[in-house]
């Protein structure tokens, strides 16, 4: 069963602008430790920073609550499954709602795809709900 939908459309120039113009303090103020080490590796590391960006306003729209009643940026951090796909690993006042919204007897298993093309960047989040065992 389907909890939450969520989507969010950011532009990569914004992304770096705020880079350029507040640095760490943007992205220490946003981004977990490992999605900043993972997009200042990268070459297109605004575009990066950007498609997570995406993902955390997508997710907080999926969990029903934006950024506000708890859920702060870095209580969700994009991070890769073993095989690479994407999800979101939920922490503070994000898990709270997520636990709190999905019903008994169900685990929830966060859905998100993450794609940009400059200057935008792109994420959709779905939360669903699955029956336990």
Not at 28 to 43: L, M
Not at 63 to 83: A, K, Y
Request: a positive charge; hydrophobic letters at 40%; charged letters at 30%.
């Amino acid at each position: 069963m389907i909890l939450g939908i969520g989507s969010d459309l950011c532009d990569i120039t914004r992304i770096e602008r705020s880079l350029e113009r507040f640095g760490e303090r943007f992205t220490h103020r946003v981004f977990t430790e490992g999605e900043r080490k993972k997009s200042d590796r990268r070459a297109t590391r605004a575009a990066s920073y950007a498609r997570r960006f995406a993902a955390k306003e997508a997710c907080s729209k999926a969990l029903g609550t934006g950024m506000s009643h708890g859920v702060f940026w870095r209580d969700m951090e994009v991070v890769n499954l073993p095989g690479g796909r994407p999800t979101m690993r939920l922490t503070g006042g994000a898990a709270e709602r997520l636990k709190a919204m999905t019903p008994p007897g169900h685990e929830a298993v966060v859905h998100i795809s993450l794609t940009d093309d400059p200057p935008l960047a792109q994420a959709f989040v779905v939360i669903e709900a699955r029956p336990v065992g």
